[in-house]
């Protein structure tokens, strides 16, 4: 019953866009797609534990992957979702293979250096198929979604499946496996599972499902660029994972809609909105944490 208000607040902002249509229908869609991008982000820390700064390499190769198939031939979107999804998947585990034995601000720096490697590789080793700093324009919606409200609908409806997937994956016996490597992946090791093996499971869906958001921003925008690959593109992904509760089935949803609403009404206002999102950023940091010192404070009187 709890989650009534909330499952009606969801319907509601999913289906306003519909009505107003023109702008708001379009920042709608750009939501859906930083959303997913930003769900296999925090799917990877709930899983696993670890964070990472490479999560551009996914979201943009999805959308160069996209772009350099169907700029021809609208039809080719039969294959780039699902050598997107792919391509993602098989990044992730490669990557996963050099540094998954690392931990912490080792494995975040392998991760932002990965990243770094493909966005210099697409900016300036094949300029003659990347586009280079220019990018690459002229993307067509998918045959039969030309049509923003089908397009937003068919976006909006991905994200359900995906976040309905999440849960039930979350429940299985293979998401409490998980919750076990999160928490304690020595004793879990001891008990003889493969925890390597589990973690490579989880980074590569991670990277399928950021490969996945990639392709829906560049059906979408209609261009990809360099930018999408970039570190500070993995950094915006984690801000929006982290303000949106980074361990919630809903982090990344909740996230991106907070930060790309926020930047649209700031900088209809002002040219330094940037400098009230760091403000909001740095209230939010300062919030969550005396908010974890009295819940902690609490249960520490409560035990003595």
């Known amino acids: 019953m709890r989650r009534l208000p909330w499952l009606g607040l969801g319907i509601t902002l999913a289906i306003t866009p519909l009505f107003l249509q023109g702008y708001p229908l379009r920042l709608a869609t750009e939501v859906v797609a930083w959303a997913l991008a930003a769900t296999s982000l925090a799917f990877l820390f709930r899983t ?3 964070v990472s700064l490479g999560h551009a390499a996914f979201f943009g190769g999805g959308a160069y992957i996209t772009a350099l198939l ?3 031939n609208p039809a080719a979107y039969l294959l780039a979702l699902p050598l997107a999804g792919a391509s993602g998947f098989i990044a992730a585990v490669f990557l996963g293979l050099l540094g998954l034995r690392s931990h912490g601000i080792q494995f975040l720096m392998l991760t932002l250096a990965f990243s770094q490697l493909i966005y210099i590789l697409v900016k300036q080793g094949f300029p003659e198929f990347t586009g280079g700093d220019d990018g690459l324009s002229g993307i067509p919606k998918p045959p039969g979604l030309d049509n923003p409200i089908a397009f937003y609908l068919v976006s909006l409806c991905l994200l359900g499946i995906t976040l309905v997937a999440y849960s039930l994956l979350l429940r299985s016996p293979l998401g409490q496996v998980w919750d076990a490597l999160r928490l304690n992946e020595k004793r879990l090791n001891s008990l003889g599972f493969n925890t390597h093996l589990y973690k490579l499971l989880a980074f590569g869906l991670s990277g399928a499902l ?4 990639g392709v829906v921003l560049a059906s979408h925008r209609g261009f990809v660029h360099p930018h999408d ?4 593109t993995s950094g915006l992904l984690l801000v929006m994972a982290v303000v949106g509760g980074i361990r919630g089935i809903f982090s990344g949803t909740v996230g991106a809609t907070a930060l790309i609403l926020l930047e649209a009404a700031l900088s209809s206002y002002t040219d330094i909105w940037n400098l009230f999102i760091g403000l ?3 209230g939010y940091v300062i919030f969550t944490l005396r908010s974890h010192q009295e819940r902690g404070g609490v249960r520490g009187s409560a035990t003595a």
Do not use: I
């Not at 950021?210 to 958001?213: D, E």
């Not at 690959?229 to 500070?232: D, I, K, Q």
């Open 48 to 50: 696993t534990g670890l």
């Open 70 to 72: 169907v700029r021809e």
């Open 210 to 213: 950021g490969a996945l958001a």
């Open 229 to 232: 690959l970039a570190w500070n």
């Open 280 to 282: 909001f950023l740095m």
